[in-house]
């Protein structure tokens, strides 16, 4: 028997939207919010947005809609809008811009107006964000970078996107005038607008994590990586500890939602004695948790003038838990030259104030990385060793209970 496909509406990575019908249940805040920005006698409008949202968001291929309300419609001379998008980043005193988004549209005086025709008082407008842009370098066609507003040790990135408003006022009404503003005539309002395009798995995460069981079920829903901890010098003599990190397969991962993780060290039971020798008897998992470090690191590349500098910071962390059996649960009788193995799990989130994911865009790259760092005891013969695998942080879960 075979089972139907699998549908929804968020695109997994690496696909894109043909055509998108918008339906009165796929946003986040009620269609009939409205979010409103006041300047002098003039308020702006946009529709289908929070209306207590410090600033605008829209997603991928996103509408601008809404209105400009004016108190004196006689004062107006012109309006147009401008949506501007760029990416702006800078390191080592040099910096690099790339224009994304440049659209402009007049709204009035409208085409084939009559001249002397007064400017509504409610005058409504439409924009739509473009899904991609031609990359300057390559020439190809690449998505729209999500707003983001990174300065971390010399580095700075910022994707910015803006809607622009100019209005121009007729001349002799300086005693009553649009903005409030002495000698002005012309007024430019900036409206700063987050980009936050929605991704989400091509697959579910696991729905029973635990390793131990669902490895021996499904093992092709976990992969592994593994590095091998080494002595510090040749001269001691120690049978080499394995560190295995598990991690579900499909690895891309929505904010929101934990990441599985499984570690286990392997080796002759002399030898994880030598790793934590901190007790005469068998080692303690309970004890060893202060030895690792499970962390989501985040790694910002960027590119000027042919030369990149990066930078990283931890974006999550959770602490490895023991799981059973213990080593110091091996058979009466088997000797400390027999191979033995300790485990641990956790559930790995990424922190609160992540609200982007993973992407590559012209001169800005942001990659996501599991990182296990295993710190042996001070009197132990071995070295720290660090394991990292790259993932990919989404925005939405496989399934979205929108």
């Known amino acids: 028997m075979s089972f139907p496909p699998t549908y929804s509406a968020l695109l997994p990575v690496g696909e894109a939207r043909l055509e998108h019908t918008p339906s009165r249940h796929s946003h986040r805040h009620s269609d009939n919010d409205t979010w409103l920005k006041k300047d002098g006698r ?8 929070d209306r207590n949202a410090p600033i605008p968001v829209y997603g991928r291929r996103g509408n601008i809609h809404g209105a400009m309300l004016f108190d004196d419609r006689n004062l107006v001379e012109s309006v147009s809008i401008k949506l501007l998008g760029q990416i702006r980043v800078g390191a080592l005193g040099e910096e690099r811009v790339v224009n994304m988004v440049d659209a402009a549209i007049s709204l009035w005086p409208i085409q084939n107006g009559t001249l002397h025709e007064a400017c509504p008082s409610a005058l409504p407008f439409s924009i739509d964000l473009p899904s991609n842009f031609q990359d300057p370098d390559d020439k190809t066609s690449k998505p729209l970078a999500p707003s983001i507003d990174v300065r971390l040790n010399g580095l700075e990135a910022l994707v910015d996107y803006a809607l622009l408003v100019r209005i121009q006022e007729k001349k002799g009404h300086s005693a009553y005038r649009i903005f409030n503003r002495d000698s002005q005539q012309v007024g430019i309002i900036r409206i700063p607008l987050i980009y936050r395009p929605a991704y989400r798995p091509s697959e579910p995460v696991l729905e029973h994590p635990a390793f131990l069981e669902s490895v021996k079920v499904v093992p092709e829903s976990w992969k592994q990586s ?10 001691v003599y120690a049978d080499p500890i394995s560190c295995s990190l598990f991690f579900p397969s499909v ?14 060290m392997t080796s002759t039971l002399s030898s994880l004695l030598l790793f934590f020798p901190a007790r005469n008897g068998p080692p ?14 985040r790694r910002y590349n960027i590119e000027i003038n042919g030369k990149t500098t990066s930078r990283s910071a931890a974006i999550g962390a959770a602490v490895l838990q023991p799981v059973p059996p213990l080593a110091s649960s091996s058979p009466p009788g088997v000797g400390q030259d027999a191979l033995d193995h300790m485990d641990w799990a956790a559930e790995l989130y990424c922190n609160p104030d992540v609200t982007v994911g993973s992407f590559s865009s012209s001169g800005c790259c942001v990659k996501d990385y599991i990182v296990l760092e295993v710190y042996p005891h001070p009197t132990s013969p071995f070295v720290k060793t660090t394991l990292a695998v790259g993932v990919t942080i989404v925005t ?7």
């Open 42 to 49: 003039i308020a702006i409008a946009l529709s289908q947005q």
């Open 226 to 235: 593994i590095t091998y901890v080494k002595t510090k010098t040749a001269s």
């Open 251 to 264: 690895q891309v991962f929505a904010i929101s939602e934990p990441i599985p993780i499984h570690v286990q």
């Open 284 to 297: 303690s998992p309970t004890d060893s948790t202060k030895h690792f470090v499970l962390k989501l690191i």
């Open 396 to 402: 939405d879960p496989w399934t979205d209970g929108a």
